[in-house]
């Protein structure tokens, strides 16, 4: 991320080390060779992940994380529902995860509601049309024929993002912020950039399309002719118009090397085994992931930086500082990367032998720190072999994710509209909202401080401080 989000929240995610009200537990019990092992953990997680959201209850909003949580990390959750749903078969959710998206797929149908809107990213966008390319893909119940399908949600999106290529400077490539009166306008992120290209591969894989395909490639293009990909397929966080796009934001988070391994991975698997895009896979799951790979830590408390070289995956680039550096979004990002990666063992079956030992061993070192708070919370550092005294939605998801990846191989691949898919699109869907201006009466409703998100390093100190306090009370609750 190119500006901090400087409300941190640290509850939600608080620190307990040495708390006199931090409670520990047994951990989580898994055992990677049972599938009901394996189901029971990533249940508990996600029973620990769902306390924390309200839009169920009355008075709640449908889709909404409560504060300290962004708007694009609640659809981000539903996202890894809907594949707990698929990979362990507990449907327990599915009502919840239909409605939230449905709640919130805005006038346009393109997920962008107006409580939201003054406020949006196109990363933001782009991570509830993943969710809907999951429903789609994984062929979750479709909804009423009354309310938009999950490909036509999707397909929304990339239209309207298409219409957001700014080739003014650098070329080509996405904003991070749509509307130009947010922090950030300038800088063209690699969430932004590659959750389009991954939108638009997983399109042309479902679809057929070949115009979906191009702007895969264009967009994937730009980005390796920019400086956010290295020649070792190390992908940084961003780059900004001003300079035209001539350096680096030099930060490594999971995520953004995610996003760039399951767009390859679908056009790999669209192209029927291209061998161009079989050599950018290649580099991005054996090189480009190779930072995010520690190993154990052992007992330290806190420790010293996780050895490099081993198989745990850690968020390195928040995790390591003592104390840590994490905001509420950070621990939501290995999440994305254990699912992205179990994703591509399917489309390129020839990556499993790699990937397939990196989760497990993550599982494993995850479930021993999943001892918070007596309840099995999970917490960040899994390279560290006690509770780091971290808990919240993302260390939840991000451990549900992790364990219920590791049936993976059990389970079928993605579904295409010609084998297995059922979700109708609509090629036309979207597009009226690719740069239009919100009008001055929209107000970011339900989110809190998420213009704080956007706006880097002007934060106001009493806002830091009631956030603050409002951890304080959720821990001891």
Not at 173 to 191: E, M
Not at 268 to 278: D, E, H, K, V
Not at 347 to 361: E, N, S, V, Y
Not at 382 to 402: L, R
Request: aromatic share 12%; glycine share 12%; proline share 5%.
């Amino acid at each position: 991320m190119y500006f901090r989000r400087q409300a941190e929240a640290l509850g939600v995610l608080g620190t307990l080390f040495g708390g006199g009200y931090a409670q520990v537990g047994a951990a989580i019990t898994l055992d990677v060779t049972s599938a009901d092992s394996i189901k029971a953990a990533a249940g508990t997680a996600a029973y620990n992940m769902m306390k924390v959201y309200t839009g169920n209850q009355t008075g709640g909003i449908p889709g909404l994380l409560p504060q300290p949580y962004f708007w694009w990390e609640a659809g981000a959750m539903f996202g890894q529902l809907i594949h707990y749903w698929y990979l362990t078969g507990d449907s327990t959710y599915n009502d919840v995860v239909a409605e939230a998206i449905q709640f919130q797929v805005g006038a346009n149908d393109d997920f962008m509601p107006q409580n939201q809107t003054k406020d949006l990213g196109n990363d933001d966008q782009v991570f509830w049309a993943f969710t809907a390319m999951d429903a789609a893909e994984l062929t979750f119940p479709n909804p009423p024929a009354s309310d938009p399908s999950w490909l036509s949600l999707a397909q929304a999106v990339f239209n309207d993002q298409v219409l957001r290529w700014d080739t003014g400077a650098c070329n080509g490539g996405l904003r991070w912020q749509i509307y130009p009166f947010n922090a950030g306008y300038d800088y063209k992120n690699t969430i932004s950039n590659g959750g389009f290209f991954q939108l638009a591969a997983r399109l042309a894989r479902y679809t057929g399309n070949q115009t979906y395909a191009d702007w895969a490639e264009k967009a994937y293009d730009w980005i390796a002719g920019s400086p956010i990909l290295a020649a070792n397929y190390q992908v940084w966080d961003g780059t900004s118009r001003t300079g035209n796009c001539s350096g680096a934001v030099e930060t490594y988070w999971t995520y953004n090397v995610g996003s760039m391994i399951a767009g390859s991975a679908y056009m790999y698997n669209f192209t029927n085994g291209n061998a161009t895009w079989g050599t950018r896979l290649s580099g991005l799951v054996e090189n480009g992931t190779s930072v995010f790979f520690v190993q154990s830590a052992g007992l330290n408390n806190p420790p010293a930086q996780a050895p490099p070289g081993g198989k745990i995956m850690s968020e390195v680039a928040c995790e390591f500082p003592s104390p840590q550096t994490c905001d509420p979004d950070e621990p939501s990002f290995k999440a994305y990367l254990s699912r992205w990666l179990a994703i591509t063992t399917q489309l390129a079956p020839w990556t499993a032998p790699f990937i397939m030992p990196l989760l497990t061993a993550s599982a494993q070192a995850a479930a021993a720190q999943c001892t918070g708070q007596a309840t099995n919370m999970c917490g960040r550092r899994w390279y560290q072999t006690v509770w780091d005294g971290y808990f919240g939605v993302g260390e939840q998801m991000s451990a549900m994710s992790i364990f219920q990846n590791l049936l993976i191989e059990k389970v079928a691949g993605p579904v295409t509209a010609d084998k297995g898919g059922t979700s109708v699109g609509n090629p036309a869907a979207g597009g009226a909202s690719g740069s239009q201006q919100p009008s001055s009466g929209q107000v970011a409703l339900g989110r809190g401080v998420g213009t704080g998100d956007k706006a880097g390093a002007g934060i106001l100190t009493a806002l830091s401080l009631i956030l603050i306090i409002a951890a304080t009370w959720w821990m001891i609750v």
